[in-house]
Nanobody, 117 residues
Framework: QVQVVQSGGGFVQAGGSLRLSCTAFGRTSSMYGMGWFRQAPGKVQEFVAAIDRNGTTTYHTDSVKGRFTISTGNAENTVYLHMNSLKPEDTAVYYC??????????WGRGTQVTVSS
């Protein structure tokens, strides 16, 4: 089993920045990578960014490219989502997840990000 603990988020004005943190605990040797997803009110959950277990390959959805960056941290099994130039449409609950060989199997509890216009 893998436990995912995330932190960060909050309230920020448009154009501002926030950083989300996520750490995986437990059988992390079974992980193939980690990712961030978000769900806005009344919308389906969407992929935001992902990073492989080596921290060498990253993916970002088009709507956040150039503004958000996923990265690994100095602490083992920790990833960050650096969010710059935030827009009101970035408002959502953000979830961190750890990926097994087949799917994102382990999820954090989510953290609210609210961007005011």
């Amino acid at each position: 089993q893998v436990q995912v603990v995330q932190s960060g988020g909050g309230f920020v004005q448009a154009g501002g920045s926030l950083r989300l943190s996520c750490t995986a605990f437990g059988r992390t040797s079974s992980m193939y990578g980690m990712g961030w997803f978000r769900q806005a009110p009344g919308k389906v959950q969407e992929f935001v960014a992902a990073i492989d277990r080596n921290g060498t390959t990253t993916y970002h959805t088009d709507s956040v490219k150039g503004r958000f960056t996923i990265s690994t941290g100095n602490a083992e099994n920790t990833v960050y989502l650096h969010m710059n130039s935030l827009k009101p449409e970035d408002t959502a609950v953000y979830y961190c997840a750890a990926r097994s060989s087949r799917e994102y199997a382990y999820w954090g509890r989510g953290t609210q990000v609210t961007v005011s216009s």
